[in-house]
């Protein structure tokens, strides 16, 4: 194919119908025109002729030390014309579209996969390893006192505490979009699996004070296992304090005749060694890829993963 036939742009709302039409056709996820808008998708996509025959869609991220991320959500290149590079040019052409990123992220599932050799080969590193940890048929020996934000009206109430919360116990860390009045309403309400989820926040208070909080979903996504899975935890990293919002979430599942609880983290989260205390197993592994930009590397060390943030 002559490369005068190809021709490469980024997102322009005025083609999203087009573009909404050609991901129909992809294995991932669908996303509605209502989510692309409201979370602000952005892409890259390559055209042969009048047609896309790839595209790379993704989330615009600014972490706390004010890096630029985008986060690649449901990359996909036509059948047909996989294999031939098209991928990889579409990838290349990213930067000289959006000049003022400094990362592109992907978690692209099965380690050492097809997805992630893809990626590897197309310049990206692997930034951190996440454990997939699952408890069954937990032991419920104790009850904590709780309370549940289980609706918009209710989350809304409490989110200034939410977001004091995750910025006292992540205030070291980055990688991930900061917390603000809008963020969880998005995430939420247009999350990527959205119809596949029903949110709650469990969290814990002392002396009328919220000091600690899990956001989960009871789903039963992928494998049909209804279960409970936990997207996001802000609590002191003691086992104590730790301990305490876990057993809430505990009571929670009893609650909803719930079995089976998933919760994903980074190797070198101090949560991993609570959880296997606890008795959390090891589900699977991946990593999260990174392609760097500007040249400044990340330091892993202080990169942490909340599951709510990948959609």
Known sequence: MSNKSQKIYKYDISKLTEILNFLKKSPNTKRTKQSWIKKKIKAVILKIGNKIIGIIPFENVIDIQKNRIAWITGAYVSNKFQGQGFGSIILDSFKK??????????????????????????????????????????????????????????????????????KNFNKSFYCFPVRNYSYWNNQINYHYYKKYYKFYFIYLKKNNKIISYALVGITSIKDKIKRIDILEIACDRTYKFFNNTIFAVYNFAFKNNINVIRIQVTKNDMMKHFLFKLGFKIRWKTYLLYRNLNGTNLNKKFVRFFGIDYI
Not at 140 to 164: G, M, Q, R
Request: hydrophobic share 40%; glycine share 2%.
């Open 97 to 166: 579209l959006y000049k003022n990123y400094d990362y592109i992220f992907a978690l692209p599932g099965q380690i050492n996969g097809k997805a992630a050799k893809w990626y590897i080969k197309n310049k990206f590193k692997v930034l951190i390893y996440i454990y997939s940890l699952e408890i069954k048929k937990f032991k419920l020996t104790k009850f904590v006192n709780y309370s549940v934000a289980k609706n918009n009206i209710e989350i809304k109430k409490n989110t200034s505490s939410f977001i004091n919360i995750h």
